[in-house]
C-alpha cells in the first residue's frame, strides 16, 4: 500500500526514529502504526512507544475538596485565551462544586443534574456561558474520589490547570500526598504499581524486548536475563512506586511514602487536551477565503 507523509510523520512524532527508517517499517506493516512501533522498537531505532496523542485542545483542569470527597474535572475550550478568562474559571469552579454536591455517575448525568440552587441544568449553564463568550465549551471528564478519616488527598495544579493531580493516601498527612501528586504531575506515570499492569500488556513488552536483545546480535544464553533487566526498566517508567522520586531521586517513591508512613491508594492525573484532535487551520487559505467573499 501507499504511504503517506502523514503517516510517516505521525509515527516520527511518536518513536523519534528518521522517516526513512519510519517509511521503511509502515511499508513492512502496511501501515499499522502500531507494530510499525513495535518493529522499530525491536531494530533498536525507536527509544521509546510514545503512544499518547498529542495534546491539541484549550481549557482548563480543576480540583476541588470539601472535606472527604474531591473532584477533578476538565472542562475544554476552543482557544487558550478563554481558558484564561474569569468568566470560564468562574464556570469550572461552579461545574466542579455541583459535581461535588450531587455525585453523578456520567457527564452525561452531570450535564443533566440541577445547578445548585437554581432550576438550570448544567448543560443549560454552559450554553448561557457559550452564548456569552462566543466560543464551544464543553465537560468532557471528571472523578469524584471519597476517603477515609484517616486518609488524606494531594490536589495539584500546574500551569494554571493545564495539568491537574488528585491523589488519595493512607495517612493525614496531606503535604506528602501533594508532594507525590506533583512527581505525578511531572512524570505521568501509567499505573501505581506493577500490580496493575496486565499480563497481556508484559507479555507483549517482553516479546518485543527479547526480539531487540536478538536483533542486537546477544547470545540467546544471556537474551533472558537482558530481558528481565529491561523489564524492571519498563516498570519504573510507567509505574508510580517503581519511579525515583523527583525530589529525591536517589530513592524511589515507595521509600519515600514508607519513611512517611503512608502509600498512595490511588491518583487521577488530567493533562488538559489530552487525546483530542484541535482543527488545523491554514492561516493562507483562510485569508484568501476572506478576500473572495
Do not use: W
Not at 521503511?24 to 496523542?53: M, N, P, Q, S, Y
Not at 521509600?255 to 503512608?262: E, F, H, I, M, Q
Amino acid at each position: 500500500m501507499a504511504i503517506s507523509a502523514k503517516l510517516v510523520k505521525e509515527l516520527r512524532e511518536k518513536t523519534g526514529a528518521g522517516m526513512m527508517d519510519c517509511k521503511k517499517v509502515l511499508t513492512e506493516t502496511d501501515g499499522d502504526i502500531e507494530k510499525a512501533i513495535d518493529l522499530l522498537r525491536e531494530k533498536g531505532v525507536a527509544k521509546a512507544a510514545k503512544k499518547a496523542d498529542r495534546v491539541a485542545a484549550e481549557g482548563l483542569a480543576q480540583i476541588k475538596v470539601e472535606g472527604n470527597k474531591a473532584v477533578i474535572v476538565e472542562v475544554n475550550s476552543e482557544t487558550d485565551f478563554v481558558a484564561k478568562n474569569e468568566q470560564f474559571i468562574t464556570l469550572i469552579d461552579t461545574v466542579a462544586a455541583n459535581l461535588l454536591a450531587n455525585n453523578p455517575a456520567s457527564v452525561d448525568e452531570a450535564l443533566e443534574q440541577k445547578l445548585n440552587g437554581t432550576e438550570k441544568t448544567v448543560s443549560e449553564f454552559i450554553n448561557e456561558a457559550i452564548a456569552k463568550i462566543g466560543e464551544k465549551i464543553s465537560l468532557r471528564r471528571f472523578t469524584v474520589l471519597e476517603k477515609g478519616d484517616n486518609e488524606a488527598f494531594g490536589a495539584y495544579l500546574h500551569m494554571g490547570g493545564r495539568i491537574a493531580v488528585l491523589t488519595q493516601a493512607e495517612g493525614n498527612d496531606e503535604n506528602v500526598a501533594k508532594d507525590v501528586a506533583m512527581h505525578i504531575a511531572a512524570v505521568n506515570p501509567r499505573y501505581l504499581s506493577r500490580e496493575q499492569v496486565s499480563e497481556e500488556e508484559v507479555a507483549h513488552e517482553r516479546e518485543v524486548l527479547k526480539q531487540q536483545a536478538l536483533n542486537e546480535g546477544k547470545p540467546e544464553n544471556i537474551v533472558e536475563k537482558m530481558v528481565e533487566g529491561r523489564l524492571n526498566k519498563f516498570f519504573q517508567e510507567i509505574c508510580l512506586v517503581e519511579q525515583p522520586f523527583v525530589k529525591d531521586p536517589d530513592m524511589k517513591v515507595k521509600k519515600y511514602l514508607a519513611d512517611k508512613g503512608s502509600a498512595i491508594k490511588g491518583f487521577v492525573r488530567y493533562e488538559v487536551g489530552e487525546g483530542l484532535e484541535k482543527r488545523a487551520d491554514n492561516f493562507a487559505e483562510e485569508v484568501q477565503a476572506q478576500m473572495k467573499k
